[in-house]
């Protein structure tokens, strides 16, 4: 896993289309029991090169009921963005992430993945590349969380430019997100 992250970090692939350069941001291990598949790393987590060292990252830490130091932990979380560089900004908010880097990568790194428990699916970016057949619209699929269970469990993007989704749709925050903290907590203690 050390040298697979190693070459994923040293990728150029679509450096050309990337305002800031490459700076791929991954972290794993073989026993990782959470995969955080997201978008791709904001402007922040580029020039820091630290993952969800921003806005984003503390919401998430919030709805996952984690502090950084589990967070941060490897064995804990896998870190798997949809795009592992900072793709540029865009009208609304960071561009879409770039769509050589799930193929190219993700199969490999979760090969090396001996037994993760589940896949959080942060974002449309993600639940479209692995619901690729469901129907649903993310907010249907973040709605209707508990029929991917076990495998996957799809969430909205913690942005704060996402804000006015979670505004319009509270029951998130106030049915989901203490499921999802009970459930991440039984995973992270499994195996303790």
């Known amino acids: 896993m050390k040298e697979l992250l190693a070459t994923i970090r040293q990728c150029t692939v679509c450096q050309e289309h990337l305002p800031l350069g490459p700076r791929p941001i991954v972290a794993a291990n073989s026993q990782s029991k959470i995969l955080l598949v997201s978008q791709a790393p904001g402007r922040i987590v580029h020039e820091t090169g630290i993952a969800w060292n921003d806005q984003s990252g503390k919401k998430l830490r919030a709805w996952l009921g984690v502090d950084e130091n589990v967070f941060y932990d490897p064995s804990n979380f896998a870190i798997l963005p949809?795009?592992?560089c900072y793709p540029g900004k865009g009208k609304?908010?960071?561009?879409?992430?770039?769509?050589?880097?799930?193929?190219?990568?993700?199969?490999?790194?979760?090969?090396?993945?001996?037994?993760?428990?589940?896949?959080?699916?942060?974002?449309?970016?993600?639940?479209?590349?692995y619901l690729p057949k469901e129907p649903k619209n993310l907010t249907e699929k973040v709605r209707s969380y508990s029929d991917y269970l076990p495998k996957y469990w799809p969430l909205p993007h913690p942005s704060p430019v996402n804000r006015f989704w979670r505004t319009k749709n509270p029951w998130f925050e106030t049915s989901v997100v203490p499921m999802l903290q009970e459930y991440v907590q039984s995973i992270l203690r499994s195996d303790a």
Do not use: N
């Open 82 to 84: 949809m795009g592992f």
């Open 92 to 129: 609304t908010g960071d561009l879409p992430p770039r769509k050589e880097c799930a193929p190219l990568w993700h199969e490999e790194v979760l090969s090396e993945i001996k037994d993760h428990k589940l896949m959080l699916l942060i974002g449309a970016y993600a639940t479209q590349y």
